[in-house]
T-cell receptor, first 112, second 115 residues
Framework: GEDVEQSLFLSVREGDSSVINCTYT??????LYWYKQEPGAGLQLLTY?????DMKQDQRLTVLLNKKDKHLSLRIADTQTGDSAIYFC????????????FGSGTKLNVKP | DTEVTQTPKHLVMGMTNKKSLKCEQH?????MYWYKQKAKKPPELMFV???????INESVPSRFSPECPNSSLLNLHLHALQPEDSALYLC??????????????FGEGSWLTVV
């Protein structure tokens, strides 16, 4: 099946930029997603990118997609302590768009 | 409104109990999901309902029984669970269709503890 990989931890200082990386295996993925999960809460959709795009910007968030390397990244500008959470990237299955595969999640720690 | 509502938020049950988790969405979505999430792990898909019909069952044990009474409601009936079933159970919903991004929206989850 599909395999989505992320590094487990990232620590940054408040005000710096954060870059969370993800690699995926299914080159036919139509959409790729970033979700945020705060402690004790559900998953919040942050943004998604269509596979024919290279970049998408939404306020402090920038998503970069390198289809050749199957690499997805999420950049958070001016990171705040409220951004501390686990970030999951996800892709949809090749033959069933109702089936989502999640990465292992990257825990972002923002230090004051 | 992108809200998926789950009840109860917390549930403690014994191994011989029967209980249910409930989920509701009013976004007109036609696909609804149950995911299970253990601590520090990504969500794992359990079931998918599409147009009120069960379309995916990820080989989930029969002690978990899903039900979709209508397009807005999704239940998960629990019976004879094991302590290892303790987890966060997430409900989600999405629009159907291959022609556009099938963005999935999650509820806040129900924390289940089996004692």
């Amino acid at each position: 099946g599909e395999d989505v990989e992320q590094s487990l931890f990232l620590s940054v200082r408040e005000g710096d930029s954060s870059v969370i990386n993800c690699t995926y295996t299914d080159s036919s993925s139509t959409y790729l997603y970033w979700y945020k999960q705060e402690p004790g809460a559900g998953l919040q959709l942050l943004t998604y990118i269509f596979s024919n795009m290279d970049m998408k910007q939404d306020q402090r968030l920038t998503v970069l997609l390198n289809k050749k390397d199957k690499h997805l990244s999420l950049r958070i500008a001016d990171t705040q302590t409220g951004d501390s959470a686990i970030y999951f990237c996800a892709e949809t299955a090749r033959y069933n768009f109702n089936k989502f595969y999640f990465g292992s999640g990257t825990k972002l720690n923002v230090k004051p | 409104d992108t809200e998926v509502t789950q009840t109860p938020k917390h549930l403690v049950m014994g191994m011989t109990n029967k209980k249910s988790l409930k989920c509701e969405q009013h976004m007109g979505h036609r696909a609804m999901y149950w995911y299970k999430q253990k601590a520090k792990k990504p969500p794992e898909l359990m079931f998918v309902y599409s147009y009120e019909k069960l379309s995916i069952n990820e080989s989930v044990p029969s002690r978990f029984s899903p039900e979709c009474p209508n397009s807005s409601l999704l239940n998960l009936h629990l019976h004879a669970l094991q302590p290892e079933d303790s987890a966060l159970y997430l409900c989600a919903s999405s629009q159907e269709g291959r022609a556009r991004g099938n963005t999935i929206y999650f509820g806040e989850g129900s924390w289940l503890t089996v004692v």
